[in-house]
């Protein structure tokens, strides 16, 4: 997989973005290269589905999952076109569409949904589904169900790999100094600077970069940011980057740094210092677990918990990814790419996919098929709870490139001990302009 699933919302490669924009009207004209097959009277149709699902448990879960589902279709075939990371699958999603030969169905991000359908390069679902509310919709969260529309109120998208924050802890090191979980981010900060010292730094965060996009560290900015009142993005996509609440979160994360229990790095950094000792928490997304659990290999105990509460009550960030259908795919493509999408988030290959990924299933309907997973992870339980209430990233094409702002603030309060305010003024000032430029 991408290790920016686990902790960021995917955004990078702004120019592929950029460019999509431009491909207006290209992908319908033309059937897919890579998505052959489906012949006239019947036969079999050949689906591809772009994605990077390509290491570990995603890898040999999805796999059996598609040969699952081929063995119900018999008379489909899925191409599993594996890419390394997000950005790269947004700049070959972006390269197919304009080279005539988009595959069938991919991943993609709010905001890459939303370009891709201004350029008329994917199919709303009711285009192949015959319905704007297909079976199955009222099954998925609310907030999932809210996270598959675009600005025009249609649905454009299918659920297929979402996941929220989750605290992961060192539960020994937290009991030998009288401590227990978080569940407030005013305690977070008192255990974390209690933990701190003698060769321990309490969190290590990495922000990220405009060059691969969202880190772990802008992540939390963005999570206490909307724990505190007020997410960095409203639900129209305008840029929040700057109001009292993202102020006071980024000067939270900047007492950290300065009292010594923050550290910045990269290539996640906390899960590395949390497996050695040398940290005591984690915030990640929950399809992290696995890496998470191979970094810590057993020398402790690993605690999860869900998020600490802000001075506005829970909140998460949700993360992950959903389907679309390109529009270059065939009659016969768009119905076996419907079917193929169906099974991927019914409650049966959910609680398979999550009960080995570590990614939330999309409907509750899931988890009773899962007791032996929840058994040994409660946290799921509470995890799953999140995506009622979780922020997802909104569905503007600007949203990807205003985020790029953010993680420059960041990056400069954190590492060049910036004004919170006025590097989130600087990037207010920046995002609004992508906004305007975008509209």
Request: hydrophobic share 40%; net charge negative; glycine share 10%.
């Amino acid at each position: 997989m991408s290790r920016i699933s686990r902790t960021g919302r995917g955004t990078a490669l702004l120019a592929a973005a950029t460019a999509v924009a431009a491909l207006a009207g290209c992908s319908s004209s033309s059937t897919s290269g890579s998505s052959t097959g489906g012949a006239a009277g019947g036969g079999k149709t050949t689906i591809s589905f772009m994605q990077i699902m390509g290491t570990g448990t995603q890898k040999s879960t999805l796999v059996k999952l598609t040969d699952d589902f081929e063995k119900a279709n018999p008379d489909v075939t899925v191409n599993l076109e594996y890419e390394p990371d997000y950005g790269t699958l947004l700049a070959k999603e972006t390269a197919a569409v304009a080279a005539h030969n988009a595959p069938t169905i991919g991943q993609a991000y709010e905001s890459w949904a939303a370009t891709f359908a201004n350029a008329k390069a994917i199919l709303p679902v009711s285009t192949y589904a015959g319905s704007d509310t297909p079976a199955g919709l009222s099954d998925f969260y609310t907030g999932v169900q809210n996270d598959l529309k675009l600005p025009d109120g249609k649905l454009w998208m299918w659920p297929f790999n979402k996941s929220v924050q989750v605290l992961f802890y060192n539960q020994d090191m937290l009991k030998a100094k009288g401590l227990t979980a978080p569940t407030t981010w005013t305690q977070f900060a008192t255990e974390a600077k209690a933990v701190s010292g003698n060769g321990v730094t309490a969190i290590s965060v990495d922000p990220g970069s405009t060059a691969s996009g969202v880190g772990g560290g802008t992540v939390l900015f963005q999570a206490l940011a909307a724990a505190n009142g007020t997410p960095d993005f409203a639900k129209d996509g305008t840029p929040q980057l700057n109001s009292a609440a993202a102020v006071q979160s980024l000067a939270y994360l900047a007492d950290l740094k300065k009292s010594g229990a923050l550290a910045v790095g990269t290539n996640y950094p906390g899960e590395t210092a949390l497996g050695a000792k040398k940290g005591a928490f984690d915030m990640s997304s929950a399809a992290g677990y696995y890496y998470e659990n191979q970094a810590v290999g057993g020398k402790f105990t690993l605690g999860t918990e869900v998020l600490p509460t802000g001075s506005s009550g829970p909140s998460n960030i949700m993360t992950g990814t959903n389907l679309v259908m390109f529009a270059s795919a065939s009659a016969a493509q768009q119905k076996a790419g419907w079917a193929y999408m169906q099974f991927l988030a019914s409650a049966s290959s959910q609680a398979q996919w999550s009960s080995s990924t570590g990614y939330l299933p999309v409907t509750s309907k899931a988890l009773p098929l899962m007791s032996s997973f929840l058994a040994k992870n409660p946290y799921m339980n509470t995890a799953v709870a999140a995506l009622e209430y979780a922020v997802a990233e909104p569905p503007y094409s600007w949203v990807a490139k205003a985020e790029d702002e953010e993680i420059v603030a960041v990056q400069d309060v954190l590492e060049k001990g910036a004004d919170p305010k006025t590097a989130l003024d600087t990037a207010q000032t920046a995002a609004l302009a992508d906004q305007k430029a975008a509209q």
